[in-house]
C-alpha cells in the first residue's frame, strides 16, 4: 500500500515562507475548514504539484508561486511503499525536483521528464489521471470519471489492475516488430550482396590465374623503384635531422631567457607600484598641512624632509626602471631569436614528419603488399580469393540461418501483438472485474439510498437503469445524483485498487463535496461510508461548513488568512 506520511509546502498560492505541514496518517478522518480564500483547498496543489509537477486546479505553473514574495516555492512530500521510505522535493524558483529513497538521493536523469516517468511507473505506478480518480473527488477543477474520455477511463481502470505492464509490453513489442522487419530486410540484402560477391570473386579468381606471370614481373620491377626511393628520403632524413641538432644546441639557453624575461618583468611591476606608492606619499604631504586623522599640524620639516626622502627614491626607481628595460628588450631579442629558431626546427621536423617518413612508410606498405601478392601468386596454397570464396558461402549459410529464425521471431511477435492488442489478455482480465466493479458501484450507490442499476461494459460506457427500467446516462441526473455516483465510483476504485494491491493507498480527499449538491441525508450517508473505511484509512474532507460538521471529526485543521498569508490556526 503507498501510505502517505505527510505533506509540507511554502511560498505555494496563498501561504508564506514558514513551512505549512499537514500529517496524513495521523487520523482516519479530518476535517479541513476555512473560509473562501484562506487556503484550504492548496493542499490539492500541494500534493499533485510534489507528485507530478502540475497544479491540480486548471492554472499555470507559474501562477503557484505567491505573488508576494515572488519566489522559492518548495512542496515536500513523504511516503511509504513496500516497506521503503521516500521523499520527495519539489520547488519553481529556483527549479528542484529530487527523489530520495531511505534517505539517499536517487540518481537524477538528464531530463526531469525521464526523471518524473521513473517516480509515475517504477514508484508511485499511477499517473496524475489515476491519482485524482483514487484519491480526490469533489472540486471543481476535477473531472469524474464518468466525464472521462473513453481512453482515459482505460487508463486509469489499467492502473487499478495493475495492468498497464501489457501496455507497456505492448510498445516494447511494436519496437521488437520494427525492429524485426528491419532486420529481415537487412538480412534479404545482405543475402543478396553475399551472392553478388561471391560472383565477383569467381570472375576474379579467373582473371588472377591468367595474370600471375604478368604481376610477378611487374611487381619485382616496382619494388626496385620503391627500395631506391626509401633509400634516397632515409639520406634526406639523416642531413635534416644534422641540421635539427645543431639549431637545438643554439637554444640551450630558451628556458634561461624565459625565466629571465619572467624576473624582470616582475622586478619593473614591483618597482612600478613603490614608485606609485612614493607619488602618493608626495602628493599628500604637497596637499596637506595637518594630519586628516588625528587633526594635528604636520611640522614644515617633517613635511620637507618626508618629500625629500619620497623624490630620492623616485629617483633611483626611476634610475633602476631604466637599466631594467634596457636588459628586457635585450632578453627579448634574444627571445626573439630563439623564436625564429624554435620555427626553423618545426619546419624541419614538419618535412621529416609529414612528407619524407610519409614517404618512407608508404613505400614501405606498397612493398609489403606487392611482396604479398607474389607470395599469393607464386605459392601453391590456398589463394586469398579461395578464402574468401569460402567465407562468403560460409556467411551465405549464415544468413540463411538468421533468416528462419527472424522469420520464426516474425510469427512470434504476430501472435503476442492478438495477445496484447486490447482486444487481447487485457480484456480477458477487464472482463473478469467488470462484474466485480458493478456489484461494488451498485452496493455503494445502495448505502446511499440511491436505487438504480448501474452498468459499466468493457469499454466503460455506461447503462443506467432506473426502477421502472428507464434507461440514462450520466448526464440525466441532478448534480447531487451525480455526486453520489461519483462517489460510489471512487470508493469502487479504492476497493479493486485494495484487493489488487495496485494504486491501493491510504489518503483520500473530498473537496467540498457537503457543500455543494449533497443534501442532509447525502451528508449523513457519506459520514457512514467513510466511518466504515479500513483500518489504515486517513480521509480528509474540506469544507466551509466547519459549524455544521465539527462533531463529526476526530481532528479539525482550520485555514485563516494572517497578514494575507494562509496559515493552520493553532
Not at 492554472?59 to 521510505?85: A, H, P, T, W
Not at 467540498?512 to 459520514?527: A, R, Y
Amino acid at each position: 500500500m503507498l501510505k502517505f506520511k505527510s505533506v509540507r509546502w511554502k511560498n505555494l498560492l496563498s501561504t508564506g515562507s514558514s513551512f505549512t505541514e499537514i500529517l496524513l496518517d495521523r487520523n482516519t478522518n479530518t476535517l479541513v475548514v476555512g473560509e473562501n480564500g484562506a487556503g484550504k483547498s492548496s493542499v490539492l496543489d500541494a500534493l499533485c504539484f510534489v507528485l507530478y509537477g502540475k497544479p491540480f486546479r486548471k492554472i499555470k505553473k507559474d501562477q503557484l508561486i505567491n505573488s508576494i514574495n515572488g519566489r522559492d516555492v518548495v512542496v515536500e512530500i513523504e511516503f511509504e511503499i513496500y516497506n521503503k521510505k521516500y521523499k520527495i522535493i519539489r520547488g519553481i524558483k529556483p527549479t528542484i525536483f529530487e527523489i530520495y529513497q531511505n534517505d539517499v538521493l536517487l540518481d537524477q536523469d538528464a531530463a526531469s521528464r525521464d526523471y518524473q516517468e521513473y517516480l509515475e511507473k517504477n514508484i508511485l505506478r499511477m499517473n496524475m489521471k489515476s491519482f485524482t480518480q483514487i484519491v480526490i473527488l469533489g472540486s471543481s477543477s476535477f473531472v469524474p470519471f464518468m466525464q472521462l474520455p473513453a481512453g482515459i477511463r482505460r487508463e486509469v481502470i489499467e492502473d487499478l489492475l495493475d495492468i498497464r505492464i501489457f501496455s507497456t509490453m505492448s510498445v516494447l513489442l511494436k519496437d521488437r516488430v520494427s525492429s524485426n522487419k528491419d532486420d529481415i530486410l537487412t538480412n534479404k540484402n545482405e543475402i543478396q550482396n553475399s551472392v553478388d560477391i561471391l560472383e565477383l570473386h569467381e570472375k576474379q579468381k579467373k582473371k588472377n590465374s591468367e595474370k600471375k606471370n604478368e604481376l610477378v614481373i611487374i611487381s619485382n620491377q616496382r619494388i626496385s623503384e620503391l627500395q631506391f626511393n626509401i633509400n634516397r628520403a632515409n639520406e634526406e632524413i639523416a642531413v635534416v635531422q644534422s641540421d635539427i641538432d645543431n639549431l637545438l644546441i643554439d637554444i640551450e639557453d630558451e628556458s634561461k631567457v624565459i625565466n629571465r624575461i619572467s624576473k624582470i618583468e616582475s622586478l619593473e611591476n614591483d618597482l612600478e607600484s613603490t614608485k606609485t606608492k612614493a607619488k602618493k606619499t608626495i602628493k599628500f604631504y604637497e596637499e596637506h598641512d595637518n594630519c586628516p586623522t588625528c587633526t594635528q599640524t604636520i611640522d614644515a620639516l617633517i613635511k620637507s624632509r618626508k618629500i625629500e626622502e619620497r623624490q630620492s627614491a623616485l629617483d633611483k626607481i626611476s634610475d633602476a626602471l631604466i637599466v631594467l628595460g634596457k636588459e628586457l628588450s635585450e632578453t627579448q631579442n634574444r627571445y626573439q631569436e630563439i623564436s625564429k629558431i624554435n620555427r626553423d626546427i618545426k619546419d624541419k621536423q614538419y618535412r621529416i614528419t609529414n612528407a619524407l617518413s610519409a614517404s618512407v612508410l608508404t613505400d614501405q606498405r606498397e612493398i609489403s603488399i606487392l611482396q604479398k601478392q607474389i607470395s599469393d601468386t607464386t605459392t601453391d596454397k590456398e589463394t586469398e580469393t579461395d578464402i574468401e570464396i569460402h567465407q562468403i558461402e560460409n556467411r551465405l549459410s549464415e544468413l540463411r540461418l538468421i533468416k528462419e529464425q527472424l522469420l520464426h521471431k516474425k510469427e512470434l511477435y504476430e501472435l503476442a501483438g492478438i495477445i496484447l492488442r486490447d482486444g487481447g489478455i487485457k480484456s480477458r482480465i477487464i472482463k473478469q472485474y467488470i462484474p466485480i466493479m458493478n456489484s461494488l458501484i451498485n452496493k455503494y450507490l445502495a448505502s446511499m439510498d440511491f436505487f438504480v442499476k448501474f452498468q459499466l461494459n468493457e469499454s466503460f460506457e455506461e447503462t443506467i437503469l432506473s426502477r421502472h427500467r428507464d434507461d440514462f446516462t450520466y448526464d440525466s441526473f441532478s448534480e447531487g445524483e451525480k455526486q453520489k455516483i461519483d462517489l460510489a465510483l471512487l470508493f469502487t476504485w479504492r476497493t479493486i485498487a485494495r484487493m489488487k494491491n495496485s494504486a491501493h493507498t491510504n489518503l483520500l480527499i473530498l473537496d467540498e463535496i457537503f457543500d455543494s449538491s449533497l443534501d442532509n441525508s447525502g451528508t449523513e450517508m457519506v459520514m457512514t461510508l467513510l466511518n466504515e473505511l479500513p483500518e489504515g484509512q486517513n480521509a480528509f474532507i474540506i469544507s466551509h461548513k466547519g459549524d455544521l460538521l465539527n462533531d463529526k471529526f476526530r481532528s479539525v485543521i482550520k485555514f485563516m488568512k494572517k497578514n494575507n498569508y494562509s496559515v493552520i490556526s493553532n
